[in-house]
């Protein structure tokens, strides 16, 4: 909680856990390094997914990295902010024996208000209907492919798991013709995400005008933050968020451990 933009991924699958929104298939890790009764670093993993692991001095990182190969041993990989996560890729390297690489590289942007004036784009924008399930899981899917394709998710659990909660919209023009999502609640604050727009719809505003439009929403329900993560791959993605308002906060690295 420290630092609760930074860590909005651990705190929101811990929520989701505790509140059952999420049920793992298999038994979460949790683990925290302490030191003279102080928590200095949290990590989580939600079998079969990567790990994740907060800031961490080079001690807490190398506790963490023991703990963890003891129980996954052919752990796919590991998510966490610069220069921590790489720092957990070397020990991770060395007790495993074997080469490691840079995965997705990404940054958190985050907003904590927004100008009143937005681009006008045909449409508007709605909650997910269940009718909309069909069209979402494959959007979910392509999604997937895009965004992460070294995570193992099911298009159809994910899409539901969001509509259920009442996280999932879309942008509506005459039908549905862009998706984008909230989820990973904080005290504080709230994530976008799942933003997608079809090949054939793109270049049109309408992701651009969803997530100014959800982030207007959510910000006017209480958040005092939204924040997302983009692929530093994509100068798209991270060019138009920045339009809308979001600011960079952090850059976070992907590391492939295995495989």
């Not at 692991?53 to 963890?68: F, H, K, L, Q, T």
């Not at 681009?119 to 508007?124: E, F, H, L, M, S």
């Not at 298009?155 to 989820?183: C, H, I, K, Q």
């Not at 933050?225 to 798209?236: G, I, Q």
């Amino acid at each position: 909680m420290r630092a609760e933009i930074e860590n909005n991924v651990i705190l929101g699958i811990a929520r989701d856990i505790a509140q059952k929104t999420l049920i793992p298939k298999e038994r979460p890790y949790f683990a925290t390094a302490v030191d003279h009764g102080e928590v200095v670093a949290c990590a989580l993993r939600t079998p079969p997914h990567k790990l994740l692991i907060s800031r961490a001095d080079a001690d807490a990182v190398s506790a963490i990295a023991r703990d963890a190969f003891a129980l996954y041993p052919k752990l796919p990989g590991v998510n966490g902010p610069e220069p921590t996560v790489g720092a957990f890729a070397r020990v991770w390297a060395a007790l495993a024996g074997n080469a490691i690489r840079v995965g997705m590289r990404q940054r958190i942007y985050v907003v904590h208000s927004l100008g009143q004036h937005q681009p006008p784009v045909a449409g508007a924008l709605r909650r997910a209907a269940e009718s909309d399930l069909d069209s979402a899981t494959r959007w979910v899917a392509a999604f997937l492919r895009e965004a992460n394709p070294s995570e193992e998710s099911d298009p159809s659990e994910v899409a539901r798991r969001y509509f259920r909660y009442g996280g999932l919209f879309v942008w509506d023009n005459s039908g549905p013709v862009s998706m984008t999502a909230f989820g990973g609640k904080t005290p504080n604050g709230v994530r976008v995400s799942l933003v997608y727009t079809p090949p054939a719809m793109r270049r049109r505003g309408y992701a651009t005008a969803a997530v100014g439009a959800l982030t207007r929403f959510l910000l006017d329900e209480g958040n005092r933050y939204c924040c997302l993560y983009t692929n530093l791959a994509n100068p798209t993605s991270n060019s138009i968020y920045q339009k809308i308002g979001y600011q960079p906060l952090c850059d976070v690295n992907e590391y492939v451990l295995a495989g």
